[in-house]
């Protein structure tokens, strides 16, 4: 195999593929990235063989094959390289592959690649979805996914969509994001899975990188394919019943306070850098006014009154700092909903004037 490349594409390539290497595995394959070349066509390919990627790169190609390389090691050399051009050649009798550019040369001896596994590929027709729609909606709700694989099915985002309508939710047992999209143009297919919020945010990521105007998504039996430009994701779905989201939301709420966004997002930043060691940002309502206050022992404390339009008997409810602080970030507007029922039960971020995207976020028992 002999191959030319720039070396910005090829820097620019094995950072993408290279978020799908495995650091921890045992088996020394999915830490390599996949070569692969034949007339006319050069694709970059890694696996953790929960995450896949796959990109093409534009390269003259002299002689055809296929090697894997060590993936961190060659991102590395790549980046290093000071000449615009770069040469990949393997060496059979020596078992490696020699790296040329300017007056370097690496010698990078090659991992099994007979160990490496086949990534899937996508059977019938794709479902397409709007770029732009699609990382929104990750945007917003990727973060309220859990990150303890204790509990698997709340590491993903389950998605569904059919016609002209996509709603994304995520949960990780303390806060629920749900996200509802209103598509331009109806989908040719339907779409219900649990997908990794890892994945998706690696998604969202390529989607801003590719400048695509629509990603493509193919699900199999246990697999979800999404082609985005010229790069490919693969991921395992995650099994198991997700939780019903619906009955989750309250049906009702005692209190609606209309917050400005921007205040409201800056006062909540100030008070909780004395919001510590897993103390609550506490808020105290009395009519026409909010005050947001937190403390943490042999730290200090800190408080701030804004207006609010409340009305009722006075209450005060505690919640996590860095969720609140997501919540108040992932509201679009002028102004956020904050909906309250009492201090013991969940309160609810959302837009003022529409349900499009909801943000449930449990309470913290206060210490009186």
Known sequence: MKLTTKREELVAKLSTVSRAVSTRAATQALSGVLIEASEGSVTLSATDLDLGLRTAVEATVEGGGSVLLPGRLLAEVARSLADDTVEIETREAERDVEIRSGSSSFHLRVLPAEDFPTLPSGDGEPIKIPAAALAESIDLVARAASRDDMRPVLTGVFVTAAGNEMTMVATDSYRLAVKRTELEAPLSGEIEANIPARALRELARILAGEGVDEAA??????????????????????????????????????????????????????????????????????????????ETPDVGDARETMPAVFEGESMEIGFNPDYLREGIESVAGDEVLLRLISPLRPGLMQPVDNEDFRYLVMPIRLNV
Do not use: K
């Not at 008070?271 to 808020?283: G, H, T, W």
């Open 217 to 294: 998504i193919n699900l199999q039996a246990n697999q979800a394919i999404f082609e985005a430009g010229s790069i490919t994701l693969t991921t395992r779905l995650i099994e198991g019943q997700f939780p019903n989201f619906r009955q989750l939301l309250p049906e009702s709420y005692e209190h609606d306070v209309r917050l400005p966004r921007s205040e409201f997002l800056d006062v909540a930043r100030r008070i909780s850098q004395l919001a510590q060691r897993n103390a609550p940002l506490r808020f105290s309502f009395e009519p026409g006014e909010l005050t947001v206050s937190a």
